[in-house]
């Protein structure tokens, strides 16, 4: 089942790292405009979450989603049940800071990293937009951890990729 398209507005910048990790593709910009975001959601056909009520009177029920919680992970599990999202084959696929999909960075990538980073991951994947560099070491184990206490029925979240 392919993921769901969304959307953050800036009260949900929390949700959407986490949004990122389970390589649900979430545009958010801060700095958009609720006409911005309306159009923006009708455009690109994504969900619009958003906890604002003044901005749901704006859009068809079925283009929005009302966060109700405000911790991110609460809001997460919300976004998760309503959307129906399943857990991805693997974690960390995006950029978690612009959204586009992450590549296997080059030799040439992986050398500018901080030497502890080389030392502690292969493969190192990187963003093409935005050009960090990503790997998979304790605090993606820390993440990983999280979203299975969080999703306990999601049991592939306790494989051994980090």
């Given at each position: 089942m392919e993921q769901p398209r969304l959307l953050a507005d800036a009260m949900l910048g929390g949700l959407v790292r986490w949004l990122r990790?389970?390589?649900?593709?979430?545009?958010?910009?801060?700095?958009?405009?609720?006409?911005?975001?309306?159009?923006?959601?009708a455009r690109e056909s994504r969900t619009l979450l958003t906890r604002d009520r003044h901005l749901l009177t704006f859009l068809r029920p079925r283009s929005a989603l009302r966060i109700r919680h405000d911790a991110p992970l609460q809001q997460l599990r919300q976004v998760v049940?309503?959307?129906?999202?399943?857990?991805?084959?693997?974690?960390?696929?995006?950029?978690?800071?612009?959204?586009?999909?992450?590549?296997?960075?080059?030799d040439e990538q992986v050398a500018k990293a901080p030497p502890s980073a080389r030392a502690f991951a292969e493969p190192m994947r990187h963003c093409p937009v935005c050009d960090r560099l990503y790997w998979l070491g304790s605090h993606t184990r820390r993440m990983r951890a999280t979203l299975a206490r969080t999703f306990p029925e999601w049991s592939a979240l306790r494989g051994n990729e980090p």
């Open positions: 990790v389970l390589d649900c593709d979430t545009a958010y910009d801060p700095a958009l405009t609720d006409a911005e975001l309306v159009a923006l959601a049940d309503a959307c129906a999202i399943t857990p991805p084959p693997t974690l960390f696929r995006r950029c978690l800071v612009c959204n586009s999909p992450l590549r296997q960075a080059s």
